[in-house]
């Protein structure tokens, strides 16, 4: 059988303005579906920071002789450090223009931002998940625990798997995303895992994102 097409349109590949607007999105769109767990999800050690640090990518160097993946879908993600091994649906963008969320009611789901980067391929690839729902704790529930050096698996409909290693984890309110920061293209296959995370209230929810930032180191 020949290898499917997953050729789209530029203009559906790169929609960076389209994938800025996913901060505001997972966290109103997430925010709404919190439980008021005692002691909440983890967060990461930036949380302690008074105010959020630039986090620096690793040198290209150490990406030479990698290269990047043709476009295709992702499928599955898998995050063996915090027991994460979730399907991925496409997801994009909601009447409103913000870029929609997986099903709350679907705990184990994780949402890719179709209209932007494949991950895998040169630029900044976007994955979205609920922290937790009415139910308690979502596939993203433990975000904020990983590491520096741990490593995340994307599965892609085209049979190849992209492997990230992490080089921060940040968490940031939603009143001062740092949108350019997290999108930017770095000229590398990089990846962003985003969930609520910061304070929380009743009334309102989760006041920031939990993001990490990846970079590929390899695919099979």
């Known amino acids: 059988m020949p290898p499917k097409d997953f050729r789209v349109p530029e203009r559906r590949r790169r929609h960076p303005w389209g994938v800025l607007a996913l901060a505001m999105l997972s966290g109103l769109a997430m925010m709404r579906n919190g439980v008021d767990a ?3 999800p983890p967060q990461p050690a930036a949380a302690a920071r008074p105010v959020a640090r630039p986090v620096v990518p690793p040198p290209a160097e150490a990406s030479t002789g990698l290269r990047p993946l043709p476009f295709a879908p992702a499928s599955r993600i898998r ?13 994009g ?4 223009g913000w870029v929609a969320a997986p099903p709350p009611q679907d705990a184990n789901m994780a949402g890719w931002y179709q209209n932007g980067i494949a991950p895998g391929q040169r630029g900044t690839a976007v994955m979205v998940g609920h922290v937790d729902n009415k139910s308690g704790p979502a596939v993203f529930y433990g975000l904020g625990a990983l590491e520096k050096g741990q490593h995340i698996e994307v599965e892609r409909y085209d049979g190849r798997v992209a492997v990230f290693e992490i080089y921060g984890v940040e ?3 939603k009143q001062d995303f740092p949108g350019p ?3 930017g293209d770095t000229g590398q296959p ?7 995370g910061g304070g929380y209230s009743r009334a309102k929810g989760y006041d920031g994102n939990v993001v990490v930032y990846a970079r590929m180191v390899g695919s099979r």
């Open 38 to 40: 005692a002691g909440g």
């Open 190 to 196: 990089e990846l962003r895992v985003i969930t609520c």
């Open 93 to 96: 963008l909601d009447a409103e």
């Open 181 to 183: 920061q997290v999108y």
């Open 79 to 91: 995050i063996p450090a915090i027991d994460v091994a979730a399907p991925v649906m496409d997801v």
């Open 171 to 173: 968490v940031y309110s």
